[in-house]
Nanobody, 123 residues
Framework: QVQLVESGGGLAQAGDSLRLSCAAS????????MAWFRQAPGKEREFVAV????????SYADSVKGRFTISRDNAKNVVYLQMNSLKPEDTAVYYC????????????????WGQGTQVTVSS
């Protein structure tokens, strides 16, 4: 029933920009916090950005602060991750996640996950 579908990943060069999208359905969007995580091969999944559906209060990992922006379109039930000034270390599979009511930065605290979209940044 619940679906989170990421899109927008692909190849980019260092310094370029990409915008990821996450289309959500099957749950009460207004009561869920949405977040982006990423996972590179051989590494643990790490927090990237989070935004509440209710308050629109973004928070970011230090590694992406000032470069990435999380936003949403409530009418479309879509969450975005605008990624600017991409670096090779941004290469990872990016996942959209949803958590009831409150914000969190730990992957284990999220209820629903998308399939991920690959972002590869060349140097």
């Amino acid at each position: 029933q619940v679906q989170l579908v990421e899109s927008g990943g692909g190849l980019a060069q260092a310094g370029d920009s990409l915008r990821l999208s996450c289309a959500a359905s099957g749950f009460t969007f207004s009561s869920y916090t949405m977040a982006w995580f990423r996972q590179a091969p051989g590494k643990e999944r790490e927090f990237v950005a989070v935004l509440t559906w209710r308050d629109i209060s973004p928070s970011y990992a230090d590694s992406v602060k000032g470069r990435f922006t999380i936003s949403r379109d409530n009418a479309k039930n879509v969450v975005y991750l605008q990624m600017n000034s991409l670096k090779p270390e941004d290469t990872a599979v990016y996942y959209c996640a949803a958590r009831a009511l409150t914000t969190a930065q730990a992957p284990g605290e999220y209820d629903y996950w998308g399939q991920g979209t690959q972002v590869t940044v060349s140097s």
